[in-house]
Nanobody, 125 residues
Framework: QVQVQESGGGSVQAGGSLTLSCTAS????????MAWFRQAPGKEREGVAI???????TFRESVKGRFTASQDNAKNKRFLQMNNLKPEDTAVYYC???????????????????WGQGTQVAVSS
C-alpha cells in the first residue's frame, strides 16, 4: 500500500518562506514523475511544480523565481522551498506521485495516482 504525506505548511506573512516536505512509503519518489499541486478555496486544483525522475522541476509561471524543488533520495523525500510568498499562494498543497516512468511528466493531475492528504499554506498581507 502506497502512502504519501506532506508536511511543512503553516501561516506566514507576505514575503515569508516555507518549505514543504513530501515523503512516501511503498513507493520511491525518485522512480517516477511526481508533482506539487495546490487548491485554493473555490478554485480548481492547479499544478505548482512537475518534477521528473531526475529531480528536474518545471514550475508554473506564477511561482518561477520564488519556488525551488529539491530531493533527498536516500530518505525518499522531496521538498518544495517557497520564498517571497504572496497572499495568492494561499492554498492546500498536495504532493502526488505517478506510476508513469517516462522521461516526460505531464502536468495534469489525472496522471498522478498517489496523493497525500494536503498541507495548508496561508499567506497574509
Amino acid at each position: 500500500q502506497v502512502q504519501v504525506q506532506e508536511s511543512g505548511g503553516g501561516s506566514v506573512q507576505a514575503g515569508g518562506s516555507l518549505t514543504l516536505s513530501c515523503t512516501a512509503s511503498g513507493w520511491f519518489l525518485y522512480s517516477s514523475c511526481m508533482a506539487w499541486f495546490r487548491q485554493a478555496p473555490g478554485k480548481e486544483r492547479e499544478g505548482v511544480a512537475i518534477i521528473d525522475r531526475n529531480g528536474t522541476p518545471t514550475f508554473r509561471e506564477s511561482v518561477k523565481g520564488r519556488f525551488t524543488a529539491s530531493q533527498d533520495n536516500a530518505k525518499n523525500k522531496r521538498f518544495l522551498q517557497m520564498n517571497n510568498l504572496k497572499p495568492e499562494d494561499t492554498a492546500v498543497y498536495y504532493c502526488a506521485a505517478s506510476r508513469r516512468f517516462s522521461d516526460y511528466c505531464p502536468p495534469e493531475s489525472r496522471h498522478y495516482h498517489y496523493w497525500g492528504q494536503g498541507t495548508q499554506v496561508a499567506v497574509s498581507s
